[in-house]
């Protein structure tokens, strides 16, 4: 009898194992097909431009290290709405939209089933950055792809570095000033639409807590990005980075 529980005990082990080395091979397969559809729109869709091309520009308005070829993008998936860029990091992503939060958590651009999911805005945002706060929803992974360096910003030093990013749309460009991140329940006052009327203390709550210290002056009118990704330091907690959206009237080149 003793024997019979041995060997069930141990095909019991044998097929957890299996299955914890299935998933984490999954999960691999994923990140790694994620990785490709991006790095495919990036390569047809997405320009550098050099400094010397940029210098031409100065006099206009503030630099733009890429242009993004919206047109080849709505080919690819009408969802799309915008491209996010920070420079020197891994995030250099397109923004999705759908009717709902759910859709893309699990989605690919493609629009094929992965867990690694795209980076999405909340369905209740105006596409255009017209509300007073825009979320953006990406996964932090562990490759450190799509929302994964976020947490970065809990070191002053890596603010420091990286203190800027960009968001393009078809028809506008702006710089985001990153003005405080910091650990949120997902629960929190940031993810409620409805209460417009606290912007001054969602904000004051954000500097005070935030996990760097950042000089960017803010007024009334001024409009917000927030990237949200999770954290761990306890369940649901989240990790919010907020920036000020300053847009770049510049032509097209």
């Known amino acids: 009898m003793?024997?019979?529980?041995?060997?069930?005990?141990?095909?019991?082990?044998?097929?957890?194992?299996?299955?914890?080395?299935?998933?984490i091979y999954n999960y691999f397969i994923e990140e790694?097909?994620?990785?490709?559809?991006?790095?495919?729109?990036?390569?047809?869709?997405?320009?550098?431009?050099?400094?010397?091309?940029?210098k031409n520009y100065e006099e206009k308005a503030e630099n733009i290290p890429i242009e993004v070829d919206f047109d080849i993008l709505k080919q690819k998936n009408n969802d799309i709405i915008g491209w996010i860029y920070s420079e020197n990091t891994p995030i250099n992503f397109p923004v999705v939209q759908s009717d709902d939060n759910e859709?893309?958590?699990?989605?690919?651009?493609?629009?094929?089933y992965?867990?690694?999911g795209t980076i999405f805005m909340d369905y209740r945002n105006n596409k255009d950055l017209g509300d007073w706060n825009t979320i953006i929803y990406g996964h932090n992974m562990k490759n450190n792809s799509m929302f994964g360096t976020l947490l970065n910003y809990k070191e002053q030093s890596?603010?420091?570095?990286?203190?800027?990013?960009?968001?393009?749309?078809e028809n506008e460009k702006y710089k985001v000033d990153l003005i405080a991140g910091y650990i949120e329940d997902a629960n929190s006052k940031i993810y409620n639409f409805s209460i417009n009327n606290e912007k001054e203390q969602i904000i004051k709550k954000a500097k005070l807590q935030s996990t760097f210290k950042s000089d960017v002056e803010i007024n009334d009118d001024d409009r917000f990005v927030t990237l949200s990704t999770c954290s761990y330091e306890y369940e649901d907690a989240r990790y919010v980075l907020m920036g000020k959206i300053i847009p770049l009237n510049i032509n097209n080149r």
């Open 114 to 116: 992965n867990r690694a």
């Open 103 to 112: 859709f893309y958590l699990r989605r690919l651009i493609d629009k094929t």
């Open 2 to 23: 003793k024997k019979i529980i041995k060997i069930i005990s141990l095909l019991c082990c044998s097929c957890f194992i299996f299955y914890f080395a299935y998933n």
């Open 158 to 169: 890596y603010f420091d570095e990286h203190k800027t990013m960009y968001y393009l749309t």
């Open 32 to 54: 790694n097909l994620n990785n490709k559809l991006n790095n495919n729109l990036v390569d047809i869709a997405v320009t550098v431009i050099e400094n010397d091309i940029q």
